[in-house]
Structures are given as C-alpha cells and as structure tokens.
C-alpha cells in the first residue's frame, strides 16, 4: 500500500527507476472502503452475466436468435467483470500500473474488443427486432439459429482484428513517468475510432429503433382496437405483441448501454488539460458499470430470466433431464 510517511517523503511506484510515477497517498480506511466496493462490483458483474449464459446455454426453450445475441452480450459483459474491472480497480485504488507495458497493450486491445462486439451485438439485436416486428413473415426465413450464430462469430472476429490492428499501431512509450498505463491515439486515429466504433453504429441503432417503435406503436394501436371491439386476436397478432414488446425491453438496453458509453466517448476527445482524473475515472466507471446494469433488466422485464434463475440456484431442478 502506497503512503507518504510523516516526514512527507515522497512515495514512487518504483522508487529504483528515476521516471518513476508518483504514489498517491491513501488512507488505510480509503484503501479498505474501495477495495471492498469495486471487488464485490466485479463479483456481481461475472455471477449475474454467468446466470444469464448459463440459463440460455442450458435451457432448450432459450434458445432462439434473440437470446443468442443476448447470450453473446453477456459473455462480453462477464468478461469486463473479470478482466477489466479488477485491473482498472487496482490501477485506480494503488494510482500506478505494476503490470508492465506488455499487458498495458494488451489490456488496452481487450477494452477496445469489448467496447466493439457489444456495440456490434447491439446492432444485431436492433437489426433482429427489426425485421421481427416490420418485417414479420419474413423474420423465420431471414433470421435462423445457424445464421446468427456464424453472424457473432464473425463480429467477434473482426472486433479482435479491428482492435488487434489499433493496439499495435497507438504508442505506449511515451508516458510523462513510468508506472502508468496511457493509449496515446492520435487525434485523426482518435476521430476514425470514434466514427467508425461508435458514431456509425449508433446511428443504424437508433435509425432501426425509431422505425421498430413507430411500426409497434401501430399495430399496437390496431390491436387495441380489435380487444375493443371484442374481436378475437389471431395468432398472428398476438406474436407481433409479443415481438413490440421484446423490442421495447431490448430498447432500453440499448438507451442503458448509450447513456453508460457516450461519457466515455466525450472523454476520449477531451485534451488531458480540461478534465480532472477524478471526471475521467468516474465516467470511465459509468462504461464498465453497463455490464452489471444489464442482468438487472432482464430480470425485470423477462420472466423466463427469473424462472431459469430459480432452477439454476435449486440446483436438485436443474440436472433433471426434463
């Protein structure tokens, strides 16, 4: 634990190098009180997102094209429960970066893979409710478990080339001292990341979800109308109730997920100058804190979620073979 001692000598992260980092000094209590806090945030993360791909994986009935996509969302959660969060913990508890440059990059390469395949599984998820509640008839032909499936391994792919290529090409020898770990983009990489990463992708989000809420809010309207009329709804209808629904629960994850990740985006566009580390932690938090808010929503809004939950902690129901 890093500390300044009474006669105020100055504390380094390595006192045996010369550019050394300097070692923020905490108190016992800080250092317990955070400790405690960001690892049972972690420990929440990876339990929550574990219960979700267990209850997808196990579960037959589970398994459609939606969950598919939800079950690839949370794997991309569960691991920034277990690899991203405890590293930026220590980083932020301890103020200096022990690990070494190798895995700097490398834990720099895994952000920005998370960062893409779960904006990339959003897309997905948008483009699948799309075509579920405009497109009806067309979604059993269009939208198949083996399609979708190749269609996640194929942006988990091409997310880990994309973010492989920018780990290798940003530099990581030019820090101020030795002990912190900073991806220095260029400002024009900078922006190309920001569009091609976040902007153009969260335009095709919201561009397919205003088309899915007006499409649902009609046949919402018409089906409202039917029930008054005393008419009785076909299967048909009641499917498209079901799918304006799922997209309206699907909706404010993406709302959720936005309002975590643009603070981020804001921040990496922000000169180190203009902003204090505390801002910058705090909004890089709010980032990592989307991974544990989505198993909070679907166990909200989904009641198969709570129902394979239960089976799964009743552990004499789940080995049943049935």
Same mark, same amino acid.
Not at 212 to 224: L, T
Not at 251 to 273: A, E, K, M, Q, R
């Given at each position: ?107 720099? +390469? ?40 190749? +269609? =996640? ?51 095709? +989000? =919201? ?15 018409? +089906? ?7 008419k009785h709804l076909t299967e048909g209808s009641v499917r498209r109730k079901s799918e304006s629904k799922a997209a309206l629960t699907l909706g404010i994850i993406v709302t959720v997920y936005l309002f975590c990740w643009i603070p981020y985006f804001i921040l990496s566009l922000t000169p180190n100058t203009r902003i204090t580390s505390a801002i910058a932690y705090f909004m890089l938090w709010i980032m990592y804190i989307n991974s544990a808010l989505n198993p909070l929503i679907y166990a909200i809004f989904y009641p198969w979620f709570r129902t394979s939950v ?7 129901? =789940?080995?049943?073979?049935?």
């Amino acid at each position: 634990m890093a500390y300044e001692t009474e006669d105020h000598e100055t504390q380094y992260c390595f006192p045996a190098i010369n550019s050394s980092c300097i070692n923020t000094k905490r108190s016992t209590h800080e250092y317990n009180i955070m400790y405690v806090f960001f690892s049972l945030l972690s420990v929440w993360t990876v339990f929550m997102n574990l219960l979700v791909i267990i209850s997808i994986s196990h579960f037959k009935k589970l398994h459609t094209p939606t969950n598919m996509l939800i079950l690839s969302l949370a794997v991309s959660d569960l691991l920034v429960g277990l690899i991203i969060m405890p590293l930026e913990a220590v980083r932020l508890i301890e103020t200096c970066w022990y690990f070494g440059e190798t895995i700097c990059r490398l834990f720099s +390469i895994i952000i920005g893979l998370l960062l893409s395949t779960s904006l990339s599984n959003l897309v997905l998820i948008a483009v699948d409710r799309y075509v579920a509640v405009c497109h009806p008839l067309l979604y059993p032909q269009k939208i198949t478990m083996t399609r979708t499936i190749i +269609i =996640i391994c194929v942006c988990w792919f091409c997310s880990s080339a994309y973010n492989i290529s920018i780990g290798i090409s940003v530099l990581h020898k030019n820090y101020t001292c030795y002990g912190e770990c900073i991806a220095m983009f260029t400002f024009a990489l900078s922006i190309a990341d920001l569009l091609l990463s976040f902007l153009l992708p969260c335009t095709v +989000i =919201i561009t397919l979800y205003l088309r899915i809420f007006y499409v649902a809010h009609h046949q919402v309207k018409v +089906i409202n109308s039917l029930l008054r009329s005393g008419k009785h709804l076909t299967e048909g209808s009641v499917r498209r109730k079901s799918e304006s629904k799922a997209a309206l629960t699907l909706g404010i994850i993406v709302t959720v997920y936005l309002f975590c990740w643009i603070p981020y985006f804001i921040l990496s566009l922000t000169p180190n100058t203009r902003i204090t580390s505390a801002i910058a932690y705090f909004m890089l938090w709010i980032m990592y804190i989307n991974s544990a808010l989505n198993p909070l929503i679907y166990a909200i809004f989904y009641p198969w979620f709570r129902t394979s939950v239960k089976h799964i902690l009743n552990l004499s129901k =789940i080995f049943k073979p049935a």
